[in-house]
């Protein structure tokens, strides 16, 4: 009987599987969005605020004259007491603070505001004269809203003046009496006056406004 040889191994093949194929989903992309930049647009609006802010650049140059004119003129009798002075082109007005000293009598202290009401009026005058042709009632604030203090800071009162008051007395229209009735009748007393708390306003149209009302 013959040798038998090892029997072949059976040769497999194996057939590879196929992984599956993963498709990705593509995320959208979002549409391109155009950033425009905003043109300035010229509106009434924007011409009204650059229009305005201009016109408190101009008043404020003329006020600082005014500031100037009115403080010299205050020199008599009342430059060595003037605390301090401030403009408001916005509101057309100007502050002005001085001190009543209590070395003064009754008598200085009028003279104080007269001098003060009376310079007003002669630079509204003068200014408003062939003198000057460059100026106008432009260059004088509308109000000078007048504050007294003393000593210790503490506020004796409060008086304002208006320009048309000045007018109407430079123009022979109202009386000394008539001014000066109206710029005392707009004293508001402070706490270091007696009369604090006791002021009253007129029922005349004419009758000046209390003073919060106008130099605020």
Known sequence: MGETGPEPTPTVTE????????????????????????????????????????????????????????????????????????????????????????????????????????????????????????????????TVCITEVTEDGTVYGHNYIRYNWAFKYNEGLWSSLAYMGHYAGTLEPGPANSDYGTNETGEDPDYPEPYDNVCR
């Open 15 to 142: 057939t590879p599987t196929s992984e599956p194929t993963v498709t990705e989903t593509p995320i959208p992309t979002p549409p391109a969005t155009e950033i425009q930049t905003p043109e300035t647009t010229e509106t009434p609006e924007r011409t009204a605020i650059e229009t305005e802010s201009d016109l408190h650049a101009e008043r404020r140059k003329k006020y600082a004259t005014f500031d100037e004119v009115y403080r010299y003129s205050l020199r008599n009798t009342s430059s060595k007491v003037v605390l301090q002075s401030q403009s408001y082109p916005k509101n057309e007005t100007y502050h002005l603070t001085y001190q009543l000293n209590s070395s003064m009598n009754q008598s200085e202290n009028r003279s104080i505001r007269r001098n003060i009401a009376i310079s007003y009026i002669a630079i509204a005058d003068l200014w408003n004269s062939d003198e000057y042709p460059e100026k106008d009632h432009t260059w004088l604030p509308d």
